[in-house]
């Protein structure tokens, strides 16, 4: 079903403004902020928020992976700003929430599954680290929320994007338990694809089911390149990964995912005027 309130759309960049400069909130309905590094299970939770609390949701990430997915399709470098600051100005992205989490258009093509592939999730990660393209993503993302009534998932919600954020939630796992529930999240095909070891039986459309020793491999590569993600997204120079100063850190690392949801609908509670909640 399609939450159809609202049709958030990023277009063109404009002058950044900033929601704090100009002066006290004017929100009728808050903003639930969700940060934390990949794989922390954050679009989980922001689709879990989003109905109990009658919101929609808007997973930031999506914005950027979509733009890298337009900079693979036209052969851009990912580190070079100037160039793709021009494809920015040229593309349309639009986030259609739905229960589940969000549908993506591009330039009016539905990309929602195939930004979630490996070449677009890394390179959405490497054309993160620009500045001006952050800016232009800022800005288009605090359009979408300016109304309130949103849980916003990403890396700098609490921090760039909302930094007035009524709730913050900094959602994090280490990394070998982040990976581990990305690797188990994959389907056989995926995992397939990623792996240039696992055996392809040229008759049948699914690949054969991996061995236990590539199946361990596949999970290292899968914690591999979520570090190595990390590691990008803490250390940019702008905006980095971090948590805002008045987040409540939640660690689900020694926790279930019905554990995780519960805590984070007290935290949104002690937040907000019961009348919200
Ligand atoms: O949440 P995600 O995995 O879909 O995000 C993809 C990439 O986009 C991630 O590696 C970093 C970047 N990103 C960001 O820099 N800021 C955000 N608010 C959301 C995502």
Partial sequence: ??????????????APKHPVANGPKK???????IDG?????KS???AHLARRFGFLNLETGAMYR?????????????DEEAPLMDLAARTRITLQPQLEGNRVLLDTIDVSRRIR????????????????LRAWMVQQQRALGEAGGVVMEGRDIGTAVFPDAEVKIFLDAAPEVRGNRRYRQAT???IAANNPNAPQNADRQAPDPLTAEQQRLAEQAVIRELKERDYRDRHRAESPLQPAADAVILDSTAMTLDEVLARAEEIVRSHLPREAS
């Avoid at 979509?66 to 990912?78: G, Q, V």
């Fill in 37 to 41: 590094p990949a794989g922390a299970g």
């Fill in 66 to 78: 979509a733009l890298a997915l337009k900079a693979i399709e036209n052969d851009y470098a990912f």
């Fill in 44 to 46: 989980t939770l922001a």
């Fill in 1 to 14: 079903m399609t939450q159809t309130k609202q049709t958030p759309e990023a277009r063109t960049p404009e």
């Fill in 117 to 132: 592939e490996a070449d677009v999730t890394s390179a959405a990660s490497k054309i993160s680290i620009h500045p001006r």
């Fill in 27 to 33: 929100r009728q309905r808050p903003v639930i902020a």
């Fill in 188 to 190: 056989p095909e995926s």
